[in-house]
């Protein structure tokens, strides 16, 4: 591990400004995006893998994660199925396949966003901002009853009854979308441009899919987020 690894994270501007963790096993990688981050506003803290990275959370919250996906012992993909069974943080996966089937894969594991490597600095700031914005996106205060489901838009809050029900961030964006207009079609385009979703409409299905298996009692045959032929989806409250 090298002496910056070690050196904690780097404060750049505001106390309050977001905090990152970049998990990547490749030093010079690490090295770059903590200096280019902290220059654009970011607290950074730096990880050379799985095990490092969890260590870093067990002691910070942060506001993102930045993560590798092919690193030595555990995967990112691995990591990032781990962190969806006990949490929400925004993930970012990095990887050096760009296939659609591999971000579908990175997608379904529960991360917000994916971005292949080689990438453009300016291009992972953007996606970061993005999902960073989409946590933080108000939306209206009007409490959705559906089955026995609650959702509070301005929360991002999905109640099973009194129990929460956990969701990425990409997932509540998307019912915050569709809480939106209950009732009313939304296309998957537009749905991909709300929650800032990058590359083909099928991450929007890929999201859905999801969603539906946390709230429909048959995901084949939805109740509340059924498909509109040809167009999107709609949200059915009660």
Known sequence: MSAAD?????AAGAD?????????????????????????GF????????????????AI?????????????????????ALRATGDVPILLLTAMGETANRIAGLESGADDYLAKPFDPRELLLRMRTVLRRRAAPATAVILQFGPFRFEPRR???????APVR??????GLLRVLAGTPGEAVSREDLAEAI??????????VQMTRLRRKIESDP???????TVRGTGYVLIPD
Do not use: C, W
Not at 65 to 81: A, I, Q
Not at 196 to 205: C, E, L, P
């Open 61 to 81: 919250d942060f506001d993102l994660l930045v993560l590798d996906v092919m690193m030595p012992g555990e995967s990112g993909l691995d990591l990032t199925r």
């Open 6 to 10: 070690t050196a904690g994270p780097v």
């Open 16 to 40: 309050d400004a977001p905090h990152v963790l970049v998990v990547d096993d490749d030093q010079r990688l690490r090295d770059l995006l903590r200096r280019y981050l902290a220059e654009n």
């Open 43 to 58: 607290r950074v803290t730096v990880a050379g893998d799985a095990a490092e990275a969890r260590a870093r959370l067990a």
């Open 167 to 172: 969701l990425t961030q990409a997932e509540t």
């Open 196 to 205: 800032g979703i990058q590359g083909s409409v099928r991450t929007v299905d």
């Open 156 to 162: 991002g809050e999905l109640k099973r009854g009194a």
């Open 220 to 226: 084949r045959y939805p109740r509340y987020l059924q």
